[in-house]
């Protein structure tokens, strides 16, 4: 028990408030705004007909993902990636960790020679837009590849099992679940955690921000996100339902 | 009168349905979702206590914008400028022109040393993105000069009057108001035109893409995008009514 | 009337003295120094077997155009864009005008599956060096054009009419004809027009640099454009049978 | 036990020979070549009486560490980065996290206004680059701070306790400590381990690169990596002394 | 004696007809349209009232030179610079040796904190156009210089003698002065020599395209330079009294 | 006779200590580590089975030279280019100066489409890297070679001969052998040269830095160069048998 008080009275194991929309946008494949709180993420998954070269001619597929952010997503504006002419280190970070996550559970070889491009923009910033980037791109890539399977380009589905993302981090000595960002801010470590639907883990990143963290707040971290990414995947069920 | 039919029955000199969502986001001082139809834009106003170098010590402050497109906002997906390394012509091109046409109704004088810094990013695209962003930035503008007053930052606005714009084309020989994706592509001539509330000229920009086109043509032209910028800044106030 | 003197006691409707000079420079298949008073603009036009990947195996050609300033064409120098490591706004927009300019008046299928590049290079800036480099253009592009007859290599003339450019502005309420330098940094509208032999546009770009224009001034701008440019493509015609 | 035979006969929980020589190279403040077996990395420290923007006036100062490999390090040649003219993505994650882990044990209070540059340049790559850079530099930080001492520049040692890293990965289905590349190519799961001396973690990166992992085997890893970053502090400690 | 004829029958010591014209565009402080034979390069000399960052403080001024070609001053079109984003390694070698080589014959501490920046622009090329730059960059030097002095800024000419370039080379065995492009693609040694007006050093830089040169062959080219700088002075003297 | 010491006593028409450590890292087909006293250079050589483009399909190969340096490999720490986005002007006239060199003493004929990439990365810099590279990327190369021939993928030598390169100065008034860092920095001329086992020159690169060098202190110094090259040219086949 902790004298900290969450935004909303919300509990230290609590998800935000997390709200998928599916078909956001027309044009793409899949297209969904995955909203944890105030944060929220256009996720978009594009179908190309062709594959990077190393996996040319290999009869496998390709996914990978692009992150940005509006340059006012944020509280303060920052530089537009574009204008500034590269992407920062820690852009090009979260979009190898999205790619690597969706990655984990696609058979590439069912995908067959194409490339889901998956494409994650942050529309406005709360903390947690890598998680829920992860968590929303499955979604548009499950749309993506249902309408491969409807069109006949593949038979069977590449996609494994599901995936999702959460942060996780120590704020004043108590571990919290899915950090907004004045928490993020505050925290002593932060921790991004990627498990499959089977309860894997994919990727499990933790960072000390102050002090180093020991094996027991670890332990406490780890099952936080446990909790959290089985409701994550429990309401991309639903949203697929829907 | 003419065989071509639009999307929906519209008229040759009908407006797209204009919705206006003001406070899209929640961290910009003006934030501004504007759809002409399909086309949806948000256009956020950041204000920054800083000036570039050309206006350091003038007492004057400035107004700029960028424009971007989501990777995935068009028919088909294409390339990230963050990720390439550059903005293309096209890009540099408009957020050029939504900067000219946003000073032209700002007394940099009374705004102070301060920047408008005006970000239009494209969440789905279908033709007139840029005629959509100078429109919405407008109503950005607004709402960040709003807040200046509010704050006592400055006394008195140093937003003169609305300014909008609207594209207007030649499509199979019939003049057409507001052109959307498929009418852009086989227009032969293809015009944005940037008016204020006083009906005057901001920019006019006319470009054969197929044949020249006559001086009558260009009248008809002109008259059509009267008519449209008339009924867009009619919106934009009562955009800001509600 | 006016109390506004222009330098050589020029008439509001009148050209500065404009002279093309053919064969300039010896590599090129076209080789142009055009001057509009004190503006000379080096034009290239080079001939490629090659068209851009947009058009192969189309049995089309491609006409394009790019432009610079030597770094001290100007009063005070400018940064040299290749050292700078990219071209700004301004350089992109002019070059991608001239391109759709002389794109307007080509006939791709008859030019054949190869390019025409051309190079506009200022050598001395004084106004108007994006007229100037159309209008130039235009001519090293019609010697081209000759040399492949020449050779066989096409059978017919892909370049179907004249195109040539001017500016107009509004300088202390008179409409101008031509703008020089002094004349361009204190006008308050600015519009650069591209006619077609025919009297027809290809471009109509106005820019209200002060204050808004109105319909009265756009059209007087107009028919001193119209009037200037029909003068121009009687210059080009004179050049080229010299 | 296991039916896979490491390099040398080494034991699962066995770290390949480490060799760290100081004073390697006679410009820098910290100069320590790292090896650990076949990867062999040369980490500088460099004392810049300066600060980066976001220090400056702050009393604290910096320490940030950059990372490259030498074209020819790895098995098949890569491309120079600076010819490329950027840093890829991996290169810019590997030093963003080199600079976090040696932050986390600098109070940059104590340091004073000036900058702890760290270089950290892969000479021979076998696998473990990152670790072995993190390990090293921690050494040639200690020395640049001795110098700083001896200098009288500082009264009090900025470096809290010490740090090193160490990579474990599952490969076969077995544990392993100290990955060398064959073995991280092959492995199922990857994870690189940061602690301090006083046995708390500073990161932890763990990657699933073919199946997800379960925590079990999480735990069994992260108790491989405490035994190696033990042994490691003891030789940087061992160094330190000769 | 030789079987090798040279274009127009010039002899093996000849320079090309060498022209100076001074003055050739307006804005430069010094402007110079050097031509040897066919090669034509215009050099301009800007006066900046500031130094670049080293000098800053010194009392000393600096010389500076930058080199560019005009995309088809060549036989075939070379890719634009500023379009490719980067100068190239021989434009920079080139730029580079022009700016030592002025340096070379001025006193920085006569010129005061200002700033001479060189322009050195190729309009056509045949060969020789690194060493054309040099010697027409001189004449535009001084008259950058006689401004100064006339304007009453220095009081004291910072130019203490006369510089000039000159390529020599050994074509088919035979050594000779200032190659054209036919002869510079066919030959086995190029060397460019700068000598000051008192026949002293500058640079040397001799390269054998084909086999190794001796020592003979060198003290050959040597000779033939000297003879061919010492003209070029003289001439560079002749277009100062014009 | 000069009242100037060196460093150890050297001798004005002395080498440094060269010491050449062949097979330094593992993974290429050629690698040489090379010092010249304190200056310390890695020269590796790469097999790679393809040309560049335009030597594809010629039956001739390429070989080519890229050059870096450390950060801090030099007394104050340089920017690292890769950081930077590109590689500086020294840089680049080195790295074409090391493959010109390399390119003269080889016959690509012979060596078939395959490239020779060598990389030369300065470790530690007191002074004459560029020579040490050269010296250094010539065993380098013949090791190459060597296990080319061995591996029967080539019948027959493409190294036609040694080539090997030093610098030399003149320093208040004295003719040096390989200049060391504080000698160059003080030297009022500065020469490379390189030149073949047969005694021929390849590349001769005077400049001077102070005041212009006379034609007998050149030739003073290409008579140090010889005899130093001469040097070189013995240590390098003594090390190739060892």
Redesign the interface.
């Known amino acids: 028990m902790t004298a900290f008080t969450r935004t909303g009275a919300r509990a230290a194991d609590q998800l935000r408030p997390v709200r998928i929309t599916r078909h956001y946008?027309?044009?793409?494949e899949g297209?969904v705004l995955i909203e944890f709180g105030?944060t929220?993420v256009?996720c978009?998954a594009?179908v190309?007909e062709r594959v990077p070269p190393h996996k040319r001619g290999s009869g496998e597929g390709w996914v990978t993902a692009?992150y940005?952010m509006?340059?006012?997503?944020?509280?303060?504006?920052s530089d537009?990636?574009?204008?500034r002419?590269?992407?920062n280190?820690?852009?090009?970070?979260i979009?190898?960790l999205i790619g690597?996550s969706l990655r984990?559970v696609f058979d590439l070889k069912l995908l067959g020679e194409r490339t889901i491009?998956l494409?994650c923009?942050v529309?406005?910033?709360d903390g947690g837009t890598r998680t829920a980037a992860i968590t929303g791109a499955w979604v548009a890539a499950q749309d993506a590849v249902t309408k491969l399977l409807a069109a006949g380009k593949i038979t069977q589905s590449p996609l494994i099992q599901p995936v999702a993302a959460i942060s996780v981090g120590i704020v004043e000595g108590t571990p919290l679940l899915d950090l907004e960002y004045v928490e993020d801010v505050g925290c002593d470590t932060d921790?991004n955690v990627v498990?499959?639907g089977?309860g894997?883990?994919?990727?499990?990143?933790?960072?000390?921000e102050g002090?180093?963290?020991?094996?027991k707040e670890?332990d406490a971290l780890?099952a936080l996100a446990e909790k959290g990414i089985a409701e994550l995947i429990a309401l991309q069920q639903q949203a697929l339902r829907d």
């Open positions: 946008t027309m044009h793409a297209s105030n929220k256009l978009t594009s190309e692009e940005g509006l340059p006012r997503a944020t509280h303060s504006r537009r990636e574009a204008a002419g590269k992407q280190g820690r852009t090009q970070e979009q190898r690597r984990a491009q494409d923009d529309i406005q910033a921790m498990m499959t089977a894997h883990y994919v990727e499990v990143q933790g960072t000390a002090v180093a963290f020991t094996r670890m780890l």
